[in-house]
């Protein structure tokens, strides 16, 4: 056997070793190769730029072909997630709760398949109004020009809750323009709105622009509304946006929060979803760049207030072997 047969030989036996290696980390449990759809939410908010760095992050750590989508958010991820058209996602708990039970948004449309992957972070409520449009609260909204989001997403849903609590007539009492962050940011600044209810991690880029280029300032919830709101539904938590966190915010605001879960659909094989959790857990500081909000990361709070929404499987068997579950 010459020497250039030898070589050729050994070339193919190391291509072969290479590619066996590649696929074992590219496959579930039943040996198929791993392709994920990912809704995400606004490209103007903090979930879109998120999602995108962790799809990146599975594929070079893991090899699985994960497609980061732009959305209109929870909502809309939940019905994806529900009609087969998504198999993971983020969702704040009470609309993820909403779709569990069948309530509300969700009402004929029961989801129990959903299964949480991790508690992230809080999500406030952030009011945001122009500030020549003479609203001091919550309650002027009445009557005004308000985007409360995207027609079935999250903020949307955020809205009627919170204006019915302030006496609103949810959506007659307003003029309402449903559109998504980015459109709202253009017709504030085009004096075509005079508020919008944006709902993402802080700093989000579409507050952000609203107050530097639009007149935009923020508003909080009144600490008796704060207080029903927390009493009718378990799963808001009392937050304060920081003094200084946008332009021409010189005082701390007082709002609600809810908690963002990164989800499944029960279906997601096991193993996907404990290499998932595990490599993102274990590369936190790879997803820091994307967005500031991933120093608010926990690990330890991954599983708390989750609303009696079951972990799963894949997430749970993580959990376990690191400690943040005990039996």
């Not at 958010?73 to 994806?80: D, F, I, R, S, T």
């Not at 058209?85 to 969702?91: G, K, L, R």
């Not at 709105?193 to 991690?201: S, T, V």
């Not at 946008?246 to 809810?258: K, M, P, R, W």
Request: charged content about 20%.
């Amino acid at each position: 056997m010459n020497k250039k047969l030898l070589i050729l030989m050994a070339s193919v036996i190391v291509l072969m070793i290479m590619l066996t290696g590649c696929g074992d980390s590219e496959t579930g449990s039943d040996g198929s190769s791993v392709s994920l759809q990912f809704p995400t939410a606004s490209t103007t908010g903090t979930i879109y730029p998120l999602g995108s760095a962790m799809a990146n992050l599975w594929h070079e750590e893991l090899g699985y072909q994960v497609s980061a989508q732009a959305s209109n958010g929870g909502v809309h991820n939940l019905n994806l997630l529900k009609d087969g058209e998504a198999d993971i996602s983020f969702a704040t708990v009470g609309i993820i709760w909403e779709a569990y039970h069948g309530e509300r948004s969700f009402e004929g449309r029961q989801y129990d398949d959903v299964r949480i992957i991790a508690g992230l972070y809080y999500n406030p409520n952030q009011f945001v109004v122009r500030a020549e449009a003479g609203i001091g609260s919550i309650a002027d909204i009445k009557g005004k020009r308000f985007a409360p989001g995207a027609s079935g997403s999250t903020p949307e849903v955020e809205s009627s809750i919170i204006l019915t609590e302030y006496g609103l007539n949810y959506p007659d009492d307003i003029q309402a323009n449903f559109v998504g962050f980015t459109e709202a940011i253009d017709l504030m600044r085009n004096n075509q709105i005079d508020g919008a209810l944006i709902q993402a991690g802080l700093p989000t880029a579409a507050v952000t622009e609203m107050t530097s280029t639009a007149g935009g300032k923020l508003i909080g919830i009144d600490p008796e509304i704060r207080a029903s709101l927390m009493e009718k539904y378990p799963w808001y938590s009392d937050f304060v946006i920081p003094a200084g966190t946008y332009d021409n915010q010189d005082e701390d605001v007082e709002t609600l929060a809810i908690k963002m879960m990164l989800i499944a659909d029960a279906s997601v094989d096991e193993e996907v979803i404990y290499n998932l959790v595990k490599t993102m857990w274990e590369n936190v500081e790879k997803l820091e760049s994307a967005h500031p909000i991933v120093e608010q990361f926990d690990i330890n709070q991954a599983t708390t207030d989750l609303a009696g929404i079951p972990l799963h499987p894949g997430a749970e068997k993580y959990y376990k072997e690191t400690g943040v579950l005990t039996e």
